[in-house]
């Protein structure tokens, strides 16, 4: 090969090197650029990156959808409604909680723990608003028996019986 040749075919070389460099450079060059624009443009009208987000079908709302990493997820979540529900806090036990038309309700209700009350003079009161948790004794008596309770006298819902033997004289004279 003559070196007229040799120059012709080196100087091709470095030619097409030299055109692959530079369109390689180039195109580099116009994807940072063009990306950066575009992706600033896309932000600008609402779009958004979804290439952070984690969230899976387990997280979302069954019958919607979401974007995560470019991915279209569907929900599966079951989501009960509760717009209807007719309780309050103070119907709901305290410390327990439930979701009323939407909202955490924390309950309120105090719990009456069983007791024994026996009767005596005064009366015993056990108010409203309370969830009975256990029983609540009220002591009965043995004794509480109409022959034992004088005639027409009412003793907690027992009539009385007993009679009295008249009295006879007293001193036991004559």
Known sequence: MSSGKKITVGMLILALCGLLLGGAIGYIATQRYV??????????????LTSDATATAEDIVGGKMAYVNGEAVEGNIEVFDTSDATARAEFILRGKTAYINGQLVVGTLPVLYG?????????????????????????????????KIRKGVVLFGVTGTYEPAPAGPVGGGE
Not at 124 to 131: A, C, D, H, L, S
């Open 35 to 48: 990306s950066g624009k575009v992706l600033d443009t896309m932000l600008k009208e609402g779009y958004v």
């Open 115 to 147: 007791e024994e009350i026996i009767p005596g003079l005064a009366a015993t009161n056990i108010e409203e608003g309370y969830y009975l948790a256990e029983d609540i004794i009220i002591r009965g008596s043995k004794n509480l028996v109409p022959d």
